[in-house]
């Protein structure tokens, strides 16, 4: 017979969260994690199994959070209403589109992150560098996963393009419809590991879980032909159980991902060109018309690109102007 916290280590359960549990909590309280979100009702599973529950927390004011897919939340034996969220290891979130004062929670909790991208027209690199900053900011180690590579004549291209972003980072081309091809990613899928997917729209995400899971539960749609984009298929954050015992977190593509502030992750991606900076005469060197700039020599020489450059400034702007959003008007 499976204990409790045999069925909890299945969800994700650590010692971390146990940990925060207070006597008085253990003796009231259910943990549980939040499995899916919709508009006004979670789904939650726990040794209970799967519920729906209402998202806020009894008590709580106006400025707390409302769980997010991935969380661990504490809810009452009786009356099944959310108690308190249990802190995070960790939390993936994005500037909210069309409001700078506004962030928007992605997921919470994340043991790894598949950075998905497709081996045609859509892929970026300027985008994928932007899915990895957010990873090393929230400290989370990231795995580019290539897909599509049945439309290519040449996916060691995109997997080259993928590497040179950063020393040391793991890229994996798969054809997202093939088991066989799929299964080199079960590495990172074991008992109680929460997998994260991110991606713009139409990079396979939704093919891609269906083939892990061995299902083909969530809906797909073709690429357009014109461009190699896709739409969105995925429109609500939730998590999806592997035979493996692990768990996928799906997301809703993003194609456009404002970053929230991410000094750290910048810093981490960009190092080659930090690490360069060091050396301008200045210290306040904006590696313009500046004397002695040691960047643009490097750009000059060689050693770093330009587009590279533009990449890391356009990101540390944006960084910037995250610290310091705009006061809104009353």
Known sequence: ????????????????FAEQMTDDEVATCLPVRVMTVHRGKISVAGTSGQQLISPYIVGAGPSDA????????LIDRS???????LERLN?????????PN???MIAANVDTLFV?????????????ERYLVLAREVGVKPVVVLTKTDLTDDPEKFVAAASAIEPGLRVEPVNGRDPASVARLAAWCGKGETVALLGSSGVGKSTLVNTLRGSSSIATQAIRPRDDTGRHTTTVREMHRLDHGGWLLDTPGMRELQLPQAAAGIAEIFDDFILVAEQCRFSDCAHGAEPDC?????????????????????????????????KRRR
């Open 1 to 16: 017979m499976t204990s409790a916290n045999e069925i909890l280590e299945t969800l994700g359960w650590r010692p971390y």
């Open 66 to 73: 409302h769980p997010t897919v991935g969380d661990w939340l």
């Open 79 to 85: 009356t099944q209403e959310a108690v308190r969220i």
């Open 91 to 99: 939390l993936f979130k994005r500037r909210a589109p069309g409001d």
């Open 102 to 104: 506004r962030e928007q």
């Open 116 to 128: 998905v991208a497709s081996c045609n027209q859509d892929f970026s690199v300027a985008r994928l």
């Open 294 to 326: 040691a960047v643009r020599a490097a750009i000059a020489d060689g050693t770093l690109t330009a587009d590279r450059f533009d990449r890391w400034q356009k990101l540390a702007a944006e960084d910037s102007a995250a610290a310091n959003p705009p």
